[in-house]
């Protein structure tokens, strides 16, 4: 048995040694060339992957930017209260809608829009930069009409003669703040609705 197993071992042996001092050693240029594109099309593919994490970043931050200016909008009108924002102090943006109103040049009341910018320094990517954007928000206030009670009552001076009074009242206003910016070659929009009573 040691014997077969010793004859195998040999002829094995002389295979090897005669089959390496035919063969070639190294890499030859067709599989040089062949490892350059598959490293090539890995690293375009990685560049891709980056540049879309990148933008990814940037849209949402520039998306929580104009959640935040809407809510602060929300909130800055909330503490002003409802008395600021009765119908006389807006003006109409359409059917059924009115919005905040700025007096113009020549005394009129126009559509206010409210432009606020926010900067971020950030590094989305290898070179550290900052990041600027421009927020343009509208505010459409509910007329008064929507949430508008009335309460009406009798009374009278003497048996012949009976007065009614009608007492109304506006208890809650609804607020949609629309805030536009732009990123890349496009316009992004977000509504947020809030109601102030």
Known sequence: MDRIV??????????????????????????????AAVLGFLYMAILNLQSGNR?????????????????????????L????????????????????????EDGTKIPDTIVVSRKWEGQPGIVP????????????????ANYLSSNTTQYSDNASETSEQTISHVYAKRL??????RFKQSTQSITVSGVIR
């Open 6 to 35: 010793g004859g195998i071992m040999k002829v094995c042996g002389k295979l090897n040694r005669s089959q390496k001092s035919h063969s070639k050693c190294g890499f030859g240029i067709v599989e040089v060339l062949i490892a």
């Open 55 to 79: 933008d990814a970043l940037l849209r949402i931050r520039g998306r929580d930017g104009a959640t935040e200016v809407a809510q602060n909008l929300i909130d800055s009108l909330g503490a």
């Open 81 to 104: 209260g409802i008395a600021r924002l009765t119908d006389e102090n807006l003006v109409s943006c359409g059917t059924g809608c009115l919005t905040l109103a700025k007096i113009g």
């Open 176 to 181: 949609d703040v629309k805030v536009n910016w």
């Open 129 to 144: 930069n900052t990041m600027t954007v421009e927020y343009k928000a509208v505010v459409t206030v509910s007329p008064n």
